[in-house]
């Protein structure tokens, strides 16, 4: 069984950065598509950041130049830099991969907290 899990969210001020970190677990074998996405009280999810096993990149354009995704294996981070208080959220992460046992699906992480607030 594949789990998320995801660390790095807080408080922080405007300005400001933070890392979020999401590692799979479990048995987990192959990977084609990484993603962080988020939601605000009353929004929808939003995609923020992704990249796909083809080392293609994408990122939503309230956050060019301000955040960076990278990866280890079975590993995905989001570095924010610059960070507004528009970006206050739950932030998700979202892996695509397949296992032994199962084809490929997608796998959500719990959520993890931003806040942008002085």
């Known amino acids: 069984q594949v789990q998320l899990v995801e660390s790095g969210g807080g408080l922080v001020q405007p300005g400001g950065s933070l890392r979020l970190s999401c590692a799979a677990t479990?048995?987990?074998?192959?990977?084609?598509?990484k993603g962080w996405y988020r939601q605000a009280p009353g929004k929808q999810r939003e995609l923020v950041a992704a990249v796909t096993s083809g080392g293609r990149l994408n990122y939503a354009d309230s956050v060019k130049g301000r955040f960076t995704i990278s990866n280890a294996p079975n590993t995905v981070y989001l570095q924010m830099n610059s960070l507004k208080s528009e970006d206050t959220a739950v932030y998700f992460c979202?892996?695509?991969?397949?296992?032994?046992?199962?084809?490929?699906?997608?796998?959500w992480g719990q959520g993890t907290q931003v806040t942008v607030s002085s």
């Open positions: 979202k892996i695509v991969g397949s296992t032994r046992d199962a084809a490929s699906r997608e796998y």
């Open positions: 479990g048995s987990i074998v192959s990977i084609n598509y």
